[in-house]
């Protein structure tokens, strides 16, 4: 699977969007891009995934570059609850997931 | 999505000790698998549990240490065996609902082994 480069960590103020970059520069046409995060060391909660399209849920937006070599994980309205390690994950034919180290987001009031 | 609960939450175990844990969906999934996370690290897969044969084990992860069940399309054991305090981790379960759709995770399992 394709291997991702994200920030170590970002802050972002209560009420405003946080924008969490990621970086895919080999994924294959037929993987995708996920998004998870972990808030406080519980079990990782799926925010979105996205093939080749932008993609949009009650979470989260997901804007893939046309190239697909990178992508950005819009939260819209960031609140102190969205504080969590977030994850960029390449998924491919294998189904695994290969978790990186991932972006700490610090939502600040 | 899937409801996944696992057991036990949490876990203080003494060295030499092994810990079986549960894991537990609300419906029938094609594929689980099971994690760990050391402390201050991100996850890592350990092994894919198969319902009616033997795990699929991660580089790294061996079925001596890590014995795993998958009696049915519902439910998987881990069992840490003969534990030692480099086990002390968060274990997780996770599930697809079918082959390639979306994971999801239990609330996982905290072990601190002494």
């Known amino acids: 699977d394709a291997k991702t480069t994200q920030p170590t960590s970002m802050d972002c103020a209560e009420g405003r969007a946080a924008n969490l970059p990621c970086n895919h520069s080999t994924i294959s046409g037929n993987e995708y891009v996920y998004w998870y995060r972990q808030i406080h060391s519980q079990g990782p909660q799926y925010i979105i995934h996205?093939?080749?399209n932008n993609e949009t849920n009650e979470m989260a937006s997901l804007i893939i570059t046309e190239d697909r070599k990178s992508s950005t994980l819009i939260l819209p309205h960031a609140t102190l609850r969205d504080t969590a390690v977030y994850y960029c994950?390449?998924?491919?034919?294998?189904?695994?997931?290969?978790f990186g180290k991932g972006t700490l987001l610090t939502v600040n009031p | 999505s899937a409801v996944i609960s696992q057991k036990p939450s949490r876990d203080i175990c003494q060295r030499g000790t092994s810990l079986t844990i549960q894991c537990q969906v609300d419906?029938?999934?094609?594929?689980m698998f099971w994690y760990r996370q050391q402390p201050g690290q991100s996850l890592t897969l350990i092994a894919t549990?198969?319902?009616?044969?033997?795990?699929?084990?991660e580089s790294g992860f061996v079925i001596d240490k890590f014995p795993i069940s998958r009696p049915n399309l519902t439910f998987s054991t881990l069992t840490v065996s003969n534990m030692s305090p480099e086990d002390s981790s968060i274990y997780l379960c996770?599930?697809?609902?079918?082959?390639?759709?979306?994971?999801?995770f239990g609330p996982g399992t905290r072990l601190l082994v002494l």
């Open positions: 994950i390449v998924r491919g034919s294998n189904y695994k997931l290969t």
């Open positions: 419906s029938q999934v094609t594929m």
């Open positions: 996770s599930v697809d609902r079918a082959v390639g759709e979306t994971q999801y």
């Open positions: 996205g093939l080749k």
């Open positions: 549990a198969n319902q009616g044969s033997e795990a699929t084990y």
